[in-house]
Antibody, heavy 118, light 109 residues
Framework: EERLVESGGGLVQPGGSLRLSCAAS????????VNWFRQAPGKGLQWVSY????????YYEDSVKGRFTMSRDHAKNSLYLQMNSLRPEDTAVYYC???????????WGQGALVTVSS | QSVLTQTPSVSAAPGRKVTFSCSGT????????VSWYQHLPGTAPKLLIY???QRPSEIPDRFSGSKSGTSATLAITGLQTGDEADYYC???????????FGSGTKVTV
């Protein structure tokens, strides 16, 4: 069964850092582009970032540029979202999702809650 | 403020049909394929429609999608209580170099 599982969420103070992990099982994550999304309390889904399968391209939503960085570990069949200089408005459930050719996302993780608060 | 505009909510009785739209611009829906997702907060979003009108094999044919110009539409026929959820459209925006989502439509049965 193909699955994505996020981990690494938690409570962090404003200005702090957190690293989310997205681990794949049942398929080889390295051949796919992957995206991160988030849903803040009471808000809709929002795209956060993208990384290509061969790591040559990455894109970020404007509010996280310069603070968030995606990386991949093909050996661990995983990828990561390093989040620095966190702000209260970054509080959300974060999802990773596999992207398919045709610009859509067929497998999503169950989400990881990130709370930024003092 | 979402780049794509969706009706905030729709409501209908079981068995009825609902349709709702996703309105964009020439830099997103006008250029690229639209996908639709069903989401219950706190759970994994589920892909319903991809490439404007294609349905994954596990999605029942009660769900259908279409696109015309800079708008896309999702239709649900034979509405069931299990269809109560938030529905989002999504597409790549070439001007923003970003994926954009609609604001979501809450379906109540």
């Amino acid at each position: 069964e193909e699955r994505l599982v996020e981990s690494g969420g938690g409570l962090v103070q404003p200005g702090g850092s957190l690293r989310l992990s997205c681990a794949a099982s049942g398929f080889t994550l390295s051949v796919y582009s992957v995206n991160w999304f988030r849903q803040a309390p009471g808000k809709g889904l929002q795209w956060v970032s993208y990384i290509s399968s061969n790591r040559d391209k990455s894109y970020y939503e404007d509010s996280v540029k310069g603070r968030f960085t995606m990386s991949r570990d093909h050996a661990k069949n995983s990828l990561y979202l390093q989040m620095n200089s966190l702000r209260p408005e970054d509080t959300a459930v974060y999802y990773c999702a596999r992207e398919r050719r045709g610009s859509y996302f067929d497998y999503w993780g169950q989400g990881a809650l990130v709370t930024v608060s003092s | 403020q979402s780049v794509l505009t969706q009706t905030p909510s729709v409501s209908a009785a079981p068995g009825r049909k609902v349709t709702f739209s996703c309105s964009g611009t020439g830099s997103n829906i006008g250029r690229d394929s639209v996908s639709w997702y069903q989401h219950l907060p706190g759970t994994a979003p589920k892909l319903l429609i991809y490439e404007n009108d294609q349905r994954p094999s596990e999605i029942p044919d009660r769900f259908s999608g279409s696109k015309s110009g800079t708008s896309a539409t999702l239709a649900i026929t034979g509405l069931q209580t299990g269809d109560e959820a938030d529905y989002y459209c999504a597409v790549w925006d070439s001007s923003l170099t970003a994926y954009v989502f609609g604001s979501g439509t809450k379906v109540t049965v």
